[in-house]
């Protein structure tokens, strides 16, 4: 059974400082999600991770991916007030060979403070 | 991408009445699922919805409870029924899109039961 862990789970960060969250899934999976959630809102969208070694970048977020560690992570980089909400990972399944539903993490709440 | 309504986005109901809320995309997928977030929590499938066959349901979810539609390739339903005041939660339905290797959620049906 696929599990998503992901940690921290709270988040308070100052302006200006770099940090990471982690997520960890527990059996092979071949997609790897970030999302965003702001309070009150759906969830947005912002990295697809396919491979292993994998990285990509968006403004100050990187997420990365090692399918043999099964661990993903999502790098902050001179945090912003902004980049305040709460951030889940979630891990694809198959169904007969097509996408399947995410299993995901229960979110880290960040915080960033001036 | 894939552009998702949900109708209605919040609604306040009484113990014992069904709500049956409606998710229509842009565009014809064969993958549609129903998800659960509880206050403060992360998401949990409640079930897979494919065009022409019966939704599949996971544990702790029976399809008495949350009927499931999907007439076409662009639309679905899910119905709340016999609600209790555990049912309040914001429900949100997903697309898979073989193509970008995304996922995508509609904006989400707040429902409050009192």
């Known amino acids: 059974e696929l599990k998503v862990e992901q940690n921290p789970l709270f988040l308070s960060m100052q302006e200006g400082k770099n940090y990471t969250i982690y997520c960890n899934y527990s059996?092979?999976?071949?997609?790897l999600y970030w999302y965003r959630q702001d309070p009150g809102k759906s969830l947005e969208s912002l990295f697809v991770?396919?491979?292993?070694?994998a990285v990509k970048q968006e403004g100050r977020l990187m997420a990365s991916l090692d399918t043999k560690a099964r661990l993903s992570t999502l790098h902050i980089t001179a945090a912003v007030h902004d980049l305040s909400a709460t951030y889940f990972c979630?891990?694809?399944?198959?169904?007969?060979?097509?996408?399947?539903?995410?299993?995901f993490g229960k979110g880290t709440k960040l915080s960033v403070k001036p | 991408s894939a552009v998702i309504s949900q109708k209605p986005s919040r609604d306040i109901c009484q113990r014992g009445t069904s709500l049956t809320i409606q998710c229509q995309v842009d565009s014809q997928v064969t993958m549609m699922f129903w998800y659960r977030q509880q206050p403060g929590q992360s998401l949990t499938l409640i079930a897979t919805?494919?065009?022409?066959?019966?939704?599949?349901?996971e544990s702790g979810f029976v399809i008495d409870k949350f009927p499931i539609s999907r007439p076409n390739l662009t639309f679905s339903t899910l119905t709340v029924s016999n609600m209790s005041p555990e049912d309040s939660s914001i429900y949100l339905c997903?697309?898979?899109?073989?193509?970008?290797?995304?996922?995508?959620f509609g904006p989400g049906t707040r429902l409050t039961v009192l």
């Open positions: 997903s697309v898979a899109l073989f193509s970008y290797n995304e996922q995508f």
């Open positions: 919805a494919n065009q022409g066959s019966e939704a599949t349901y």
């Open positions: 991770l396919l491979s292993n070694g």
């Open positions: 979630a891990a694809g399944t198959d169904y007969g060979g097509s996408q399947g539903n995410l299993i």
């Open positions: 059996t092979t999976s071949d997609r």
